[in-house]
T-cell receptor, first 117, second 116 residues
Framework: GAVVSQHPSWVICKSGTSVKIECRSL??????MFWYRQFPKQSLMLMAT?????????EQGVEKDKFLINHASLTLSTLTVTSAHPEDSSFYIC?????????????FGAGTRLSVL | AQKITQTQPGMFVQEKEAVTLDCTYD???????LFWYKQPSSGEMIFLIY??????QNATEGRYSLNFQKARKSANLVISASQLGDSAMYFC?????????????FGKGTSLLVTP
């Protein structure tokens, strides 16, 4: 298997503060990691693709200055929600791509529930 | 246009029975991969099974099998001998393109409830 760790699992913050979420691949290296957002009872929505050593690629409508992504090593990507507001409250989940023979599988972290007061 | 369609918002199955979760996809790319993930109420996304577009045989992983019908563009998940712990949301997803770095397109999901 493959293990992806995401931290914190749950965070409450005041409006205007910044929150950093970490995503680590524990037993494999990941050139590419992905960040998704999920609203209650909905599917996953891709926010950005994070590539090690280069700038992230953001999906249309996702503010890059608000959702800062850093992929500084082959095992760690971080998402920082800057100046968080109540509308940023959501479930954020990351995945790391494990490359294999004839197939690449995305393994997911356990997600982070963000509540902005 | 929706690339992944899951038409069953909710499904019930009795324990020990088999259940099929439907998934159809839309792509013009000859190289693609199809995935199924399970999301329990805790929120984590658990990888279940993968089928590549060039794979000749249907994928199987323990109690999970993928009924891949390429001409119909369907990739149904079959869970055999259902267990209470199988109750969860199930998402079908597709990756278009060959190689690495391609994101997944997810369907809206199917909520499965396994009853005693």
């Amino acid at each position: 298997g493959a293990v992806v760790s995401q931290h914190p699992s749950w965070v409450i913050c005041k409006s205007g503060t910044s929150v950093k979420i970490e995503c680590r691949s524990l037993d494999f290296q990941a050139t590419t990691m992905f960040w998704y957002r999920q609203f209650p009872k909905q599917s996953l929505m891709l926010m950005a693709t994070s590539n090690e050593g280069s700038k992230a690629t953001y999906e249309q409508g996702v503010e890059k200055d608000k959702f800062l992504i850093n992929h500084a090593s082959l095992t760690l990507s971080t998402l920082t929600v800057t100046s968080a507001h109540p509308e940023d409250s959501s479930f954020y989940i990351c995945s790391a791509e494990k490359q294999g023979i004839a197939k690449n599988i995305q393994y997911f972290g356990a997600g982070t529930r963000l509540s902005v007061l | 246009a929706q690339k992944i369609t899951q038409t069953q918002p909710g499904m019930f199955v009795q324990e020990k029975e088999a259940v099929t979760l439907d998934c159809t996809y839309d792509t013009s790319d000859p190289s693609y991969g199809l995935f199924w993930y399970k999301q329990p109420s805790s929120g984590e996304m658990i990888f279940l099974i993968y089928q590549g577009s060039y794979d000749q045989q249907n994928a199987t992983e323990g109690r999970y099998s993928l009924n891949f019908q390429k001409a119909r563009k369907s990739a149904n998940l079959v869970i055999s001998a259902s267990q209470l712990g199988d109750s969860a949301m199930y998402f079908c997803a597709m990756r278009e393109g060959r190689g690495s770095g391609y994101a997944l397109n997810f369907g809206k999901g199917t909520s499965l409830l396994v009853t005693p």
